[in-house]
């Protein structure tokens, strides 16, 4: 089973170790904020010098830029890739519509991660599963199950 990891940056510590835990089961991964000579990896630093210079831009004057048209078109080819999603929560919007995206193409879905109370939406019925921390074992047994023999 190929597994597309879509989080935030500010997760970056968790992707990578989430990963790394999934490819020791034998899945293949794609995390975003790997670059590999496999794979293009954009962080908004390469696109402004600090964080504040991204007031200076809208959602329409961002994604103009080449850097972020490659990216864009670096994460869809690898979300076409994958036979499924986990969206490691905490996330935000770009992740929520890669999920969105997987659904809509028939790839699973899964969400894994914080689930804090208060915070919820009806939308995560989408999903195949949803996970909390503590149920990593129990999310990789239920994608195991998946797995083409």
């Given amino acids: 089973m190929k597994i597309y990891i879509a989080s935030s940056w500010k997760n970056q510590e968790r992707v990578l170790w989430l990963a790394e835990r999934l490819e ?4 293949e991964v794609d995390a975003f904020c790997r670059a590999t000579d496999k794979r293009y990896s954009f962080h908004w630093s390469e696109f402004v010098d600090d964080e504040a210079e991204l007031l200076k831009y809208d959602a329409i004057s961002f994604i103009q830029d080449y850097r972020v048209v490659r990216a864009f078109n670096e994460d869809k ?7 499924t999603v986990i969206m490691l ?17 028939g790839k699973g879905l899964y969400i894994y991660g914080d689930f804090p109370k208060g915070e919820f939406d009806v939308m995560y019925g989408f999903a195949n599963g949803l996970f909390r921390n503590e149920e990593l074992t129990l999310m990789i047994q239920e994608l195991g199950q998946e797995m083409p023999k």
Avoid: I, T
């Fill in 77 to 83: 080819s690898w979300l076409d890739w994958a036979d």
């Fill in 89 to 105: 929560m905490p996330c935000g919007r770009s992740s929520h519509l890669e999920a969105g995206y997987a659904v809509g193409k």
């Fill in 24 to 27: 020791q089961e034998g899945f």
